[in-house]
């Protein structure tokens, strides 16, 4: 499916890829700012390897669903930025969430990760204004971006998977959040972490435990970073 093939199409009734559909490619702004499915689900093909950026955003009508089995390796920024999306666990293919991809997504409220995720990188606001209430990190991550989860005012659980977490970098404003807005409580950060930029946990008022699992190897970290 082409770059801006159903772009503002406003008055598709229904939509549904056949069994065994093989597409393997949907791109930039494809499904921008459509409004008006019927269908209770929009369910990507298994076979689907890539959707570009801007594919979904604005697409409110649309409650997009994975496949299971899904091949997909590859999201674009802001590919489903303003979505709607009650149930998404990012493939196992996937080694990137770009910038913004998850972008105030509607009903994202426990976004997953497959088992074994090669996910490596969050990138920046990747989730910021999303419905998210808990959401559990997999080992394979290394990095985290700015403001990844700015804004996400009902976040109440931010896990890491317990064994053999990769995660070295926490970014600047990574967990920041706005006054009033705070829901998270504790968090246990991993052994692998070698640094956390400033402001990384700034406004999260409620946040009453930080547990490194080791000081080993924490580089020096500034006041703003937990204030």
């Excluded at 969050?122 to 419905?131: C, K, Q, T």
């Excluded at 692998?192 to 080791?214: C, D, W």
């Amino acid at each position: 499916i082409g770059d801006n093939a159903f772009d503002r199409t406003y008055n598709i009734p229904d939509a549904s890829f056949e069994t065994g559909s093989q597409l393997t490619s949907i791109g930039n702004s494809a499904f921008w700012a459509v409004r008006s499915f019927n269908s209770s689900q929009f369910v990507l093909p298994a076979s689907l390897t890539s959707i570009g950026s801007k594919a979904f955003q604005g697409a409110s009508g649309m409650d997009v669903r994975l496949e299971s089995g899904s091949q997909l390796t590859t999201i674009g920024t802001w590919a489903f930025s303003g979505c709607y999306t009650r149930s998404f666990t990012v493939p196992v293919g996937v080694t990137r969430i770009e910038e913004n991809t998850f972008h105030q997504t509607g009903g994202l409220y426990y976004p997953g990760f497959a088992a074994n995720s090669q996910c490596t990188y969050i990138g920046d606001y990747a989730f910021n204004f999303a419905s998210c209430r808990s959401i559990t990190f997999p080992a394979s991550v290394t990095e985290f971006g700015k403001f990844v989860i700015w804004k996400c005012q009902f976040l109440h659980t931010v896990k890491f998977e317990e064994t053999n977490s990769q995660l070295k970098v926490i970014g600047t404003s990574t967990f920041q959040q706005e006054s009033n807005h705070s829901q998270l409580t504790s968090i246990i950060i991993p052994p692998a972490v070698t640094k956390i930029n400033e402001a990384a946990f700034y406004r999260q008022y409620k946040l009453t435990s930080i547990t490194p699992v080791s000081y080993t190897h924490l580089e020096p970290t500034r006041q703003e970073a937990i204030s």
